[in-house]
């Protein structure tokens, strides 16, 4: 009886990731806000706390929560977690590809997490997002997406924790649908 109690809770994904580096646009593109590919970055505003909608994941009633990444909102999740990272089913961490400036913090923000996500939902599913992969960007020499992942690919190591990754922009929204396997 428990088991099945168990199965019908309602599924948590949490997206997480600095400011500005897309989360509530790619949730625009699930919820149905977005439906079209545009031709310019959609106008948006920052995300003040925690936003809760609720998507078809797999076919799942899930709840997504979408935790704004400006500093306050930061420091209030790390201080205090067990607000926010408990019962994690899958925990999708965006990194903005074309952000030289943010990617030491982001590496900060994202170690700070996983220490917690560890703690509060150890079997939560690990999915990195580097997006704004735009078709027309040209990454030069400061490959953000390599110098993220060799920064935090040992402490995933060490702790045996397995991810997946996918470049994602809002100039293709397959890329995001794949993502969230809403497409193949
Ligand atoms: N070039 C480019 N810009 C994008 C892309 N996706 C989103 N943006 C732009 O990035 C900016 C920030 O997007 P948001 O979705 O608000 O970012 P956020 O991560 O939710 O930010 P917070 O709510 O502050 O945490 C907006 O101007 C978007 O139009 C993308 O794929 N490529
Ligand atoms: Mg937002």
Do not use: C
Request: glycine residues 4%; aromatic residues 14%; neutral net charge.
């Amino acid at each position: 009886m428990d088991h099945v109690e168990n199965e019908e809770q309602p599924i948590k994904l949490v997206i997480m990731g600095m400011e500005n580096a897309g989360k509530t646009t790619i949730l625009d593109v699930l919820t149905g806000k977005i439906r079209e590919t545009p031709n310019k970055p959609p106008s948006m505003n920052p995300t003040k706390g925690v936003e809760r909608s609720t998507i078809l994941f797999f076919q799942k009633e899930t709840k997504v929560w979408d935790l704004g990444g400006q500093e306050t909102y930061r420091n209030e999740y790390l201080s205090n977690p067990e607000k926010y990272f408990h019962t994690i089913s899958f925990f999708f961490y965006v990194v903005d590809i074309q952000d030289y400036y943010r990617l030491v913090p982001s590496v900060m923000y994202f170690k700070g997490i996983f220490n917690l996500i560890k703690k509060y939902s150890p079997d939560a599913k690990l999915i990195f997002l580097f997006h704004k992969t735009d078709p027309d960007y040209i990454p030069d020499d400061r490959n953000l997406k390599s110098k993220f992942l060799e920064k935090i690919e040992p402490g995933l190591k060490l702790a045996n924790t397995l991810y997946i990754k996918y470049d994602t922009t809002i100039f293709d929204i397959k890329s995001i649908k794949i993502a969230f396997g809403l497409e193949s």
